[in-house]
């Protein structure tokens, strides 16, 4: 359609124009390949450039208000003069700017003379000649196509400008189908990343665990710097319960008071969202000083609330798109439902924990306690009439043990019909757990083995990321590895390259194999973890034949 509509255009033009059409059916074709859109717009601006013999060119892609810029994608300025330049145009004022407001075709011999000019920040290139085209995408403005210094110091001809229309015009459609594509994508990850929640809140495991792995799937969904899971705190605000970042433990426990303005928002169940946290004067944590658009979401379901999910980015990125705000939404509503289906399924855990105890107290009292009693009885009659000095005694001290024994069982009692607070889980035990729950998808259980004192020498911190490792270890191997063997070791007896004593993980599997072109998202996890923490994280040959499979190594310092 396009390459139709650019013929029409070029009929009865020059033989100049005509003879760049093969030029502009290239530029056409290599436009409209590939789905992925920031890809999609770095190619167009390289073509435009290519097309325009320009030394510059940018796409500034405008915001849903219609008033700036969410991205600024360029072409021929490296890394460290973007770098040098710093903060990319918002495009509220100058030149960009203006093209926004009217988004029409713009040609200038000299930039820098026309009164809607703004000046360029320091370190940026001098540029005089320009050309600037609107992109549509579905008869809706997208952005504008920029091409500055045309080569040889000449500016910019007719021929340029029908050339760039059209492929202006050919951009609009690609960047529709590239939107689709990723928003369809990124529609997929949420809903996996809500299914992975779930899994996690549902499977009875510890409700630290399962707020970690809210956090990191938020982060890792919204591309943010952190993933910040609050709960409400008993002396009034919110406090933070759940990090997933950098340097977790400088937030983890931190209380956001009551009289902040985003945490009465967040307990009303309305959502919050800021281009920029740090300058926000809603927020009154220092916590928020280093970052910029920030995504704030009450988890509320059933009409409670019962905690909020927070999403920041690094100062300086792009704000967060309305798509993207209303999946993130939907996911923590998804997560706040999990979290109430989770506590229902405690409470029915503890209550049939509670009405077991009642009834092995019941058993312990009406049953057990009689019939010791009865027995005691009958050995103080046999005690009276024995004549045996020996017998009399023997007789009394087992009465004597029996009543110590009595009284032993009726404490046991007395403390199963106050029920007790449980004791947390060991590490031990929560590894058996994750391998057991392995055991479902898999088919099969996994072989274990311990080395050393694992409950009583590896850090809350270290254990909690261990368990979070272990975990992604055993999904990668059913998802991925095709095992029909795992093997799961966890020793706290190594010592580390530093000398220091640590505690390694290793999985191994008998699988496929890591294949060149996999993805890599769920070792960089592991790597993140086991460095945050001063350790590393490494794979190698499995256990099958001839090196067969995988061997995940994850270590870390023990405190």
Known sequence: MA????????????????????????????VGTGLELHSTLDRICETAAELADARYAAIGVVDTEGRGLSDFVTHGISPELSRKIGHRPDGKRGLLGALISHSDTVRLADLTKDPRSAGFPAHHPPMKTFLGVPIRVQGEIFGNLYLAEKNGGVEFNDYDLHMVRVLATEAGIA???????????????????????????????????????????????????????????EEGGMEIVAVSAENPATSLGVVIPAESPVVDHLLRGEPVFTDDASSDPRMISRLTSQYGPCM??????????????????????????????????????????????????????????????????????????????????????????????????????????????????????????????????????????????????????????FLGAIDTVVGELVGKNLIAALREALSNAFRHAEASRIEVVLD??????????????????????????????????LRRRAESLGGTSSYGPGIGDDGGGTTLVWEAPLQ
């Open 296 to 449: 704030m979401l009450p988890l509320h379901s059933g009409g409670r609330v019962l905690g909020a999910l927070v999403t920041p980015r690094a100062r300086g990125k792009r704000p967060f798109t309305e798509a993207e705000r209303t999946l993130a939404t939907q996911f923590a509503s998804q997560a706040a439902l999990a979290l109430m289906m989770a506590e229902a399924q405690r409470d029915r855990e503890r209550l049939a924990v509670f009405e077991d105890r009642d009834r092995i107290a019941r058993d312990l009292h009406d049953l057990v306690i009689q019939r010791l009693f009865a027995t005691g009885m009958m050995l103080e009659g046999a005690q009276r009439r024995s004549i045996v000095p020996e017998v009399r005694d023997g007789v009394g001290k087992a009465v004597d043990e029996l009543d110590v024994t009595i009284q032993e069982i009726r404490t046991a009692i007395f403390a199963l019909q106050q029920g007790p607070a449980e004791a947390p889980s060991g590490l031990r035990t929560r590894v058996l757990r994750e391998i057991n729950m392995a055991a479902v998808p898999l088919g099969f259980k996994p072989a274990h083995r």
């Open 175 to 233: 960047i529709g189908n590239a939107r689709l594509y990723e928003a369809a994508t990124q529609r997929e990850r949420w809903i996996d990343g809500s299914v992975a929640v779930t899994t996690a809140l549902l499977s009875g495991g510890d409700a630290d665990d399962a707020l970690s792995v809210v956090a990191e799937q938020a982060r890792r969904l919204a591309d943010s710097a952190a993933g910040i899971v609050l709960l409400p705190a």
């Open 3 to 30: 390459a139709t509509q650019a013929t029409k255009s070029l009929h009865g033009l020059s033989t100049e124009l005509t003879a760049r059409v093969p030029q502009l059916l290239e530029a056409m074709r290599s």
């Open 492 to 525: 706290c007896t190594v010592t580390l390259p530093d000398g220091r004593a640590g505690v390694r993980l290793e999985v191994a599997d008998d699988g496929v194999g890591i294949p060149e072109s996999g993805r890599r998202s769920g070792l960089r996890n």
